[in-house]
């Protein structure tokens, strides 16, 4: 079993439409959780980390679920520039700078005018 | 200001060369690291410094040395050059807070998209 693992996609969806996506992690330590965003043949960026409580920034939410080791994340009113693939990142340290992060395939997202 | 820079942004190469791809960020940050992203996009951590030590060493083969002269950078220097190290390679750097607790923020570089031939 891989250690990060996410939808395939692609997901092709148009303008305002709500899209979610799902990961599971095998690392049942694992004690950080993000979603990295990474535009055609650029680098990884950080969209937003990811707590138990759940967390929302603006039109994103982010969900986790230790118990079933699942990830997820919502983007709501999708907008043309949400176009990306969205990495879901797991790390089993919750601090100290020999920080690693385990990092999913990816799943692509098309919105499509 | 590029935070985190690399170069070569480009780099094509014939096999059994040896190449190197410099590093630098002006972050101030204390830990650097190297990512190997392949042709199926999957990226995976290959090496990790935090000043200037060795921290993080996935399974890479020994052609793969990397080096780190001072905190803000990191270069890594590929010798024999073969056909599967086609891939895109980044820079990544992150730095621990005061109470020593990682930033779980890390800054890529663009990328060097390295084509072995």
């Known amino acids: 079993r891989k250690e990060v693992e996410q939808d395939p996609g692609p997901f092709n969806v148009p303008e305002g439409a709500t899209v979610a996506f799902n990961c599971t992690y095998s690392n049942s330590a694992s004690q950080s959780f993000f979603w990295y965003r990474q535009d055609c043949r650029k680098e990884p960026k950080l969209l937003m980390s990811v707590y138990s409580s759940g967390n929302e920034d603006g039109r994103f939410t982010a969900q986790l679920n230790r118990a079933s080791q699942y990830i997820s994340l919502l983007i709501r009113d999708s907008k043309l520039s949400d176009s990306a693939t969205y990495l879901c990142v797991v790390s089993p340290h919750s601090g100290g700078s020999n920080y690693k992060l385990t990092f999913g395939k990816g799943t692509l997202l098309t919105v499509n005018p | 200001d590029t935070a985190v820079s690399q170069t070569p942004k480009y780099l094509v190469t014939q096999m059994g060369n040896d190449k190197s791809i410099k590093c630098e960020q002006n972050l101030g940050h204390d830990t650097m690291y190297w990512y190997k992203q392949d042709s199926k996009k999957f990226l995976k951590i290959m090496f990790s410094?935090?000043?200037?030590?060795?921290?993080i060493n996935e399974t890479v083969p020994n052609r793969f040395s990397p080096k780190s002269p001072d905190k803000a950078h990191l270069n890594l220097h590929i010798n024999s050059l073969e056909l599967g190290d086609s891939a895109v390679y980044f820079c990544?750097?992150?730095?621990?807070?005061?109470?020593?607790?990682?930033?779980?923020?890390?800054?890529f570089g663009p990328g060097t998209r390295l084509t072995v031939t």
């Open positions: 410094y935090n000043n200037k030590e060795l921290i």
């Open positions: 990544a750097s992150s730095q621990a807070t005061a109470s020593g607790r990682s930033s779980y923020e890390q800054y």
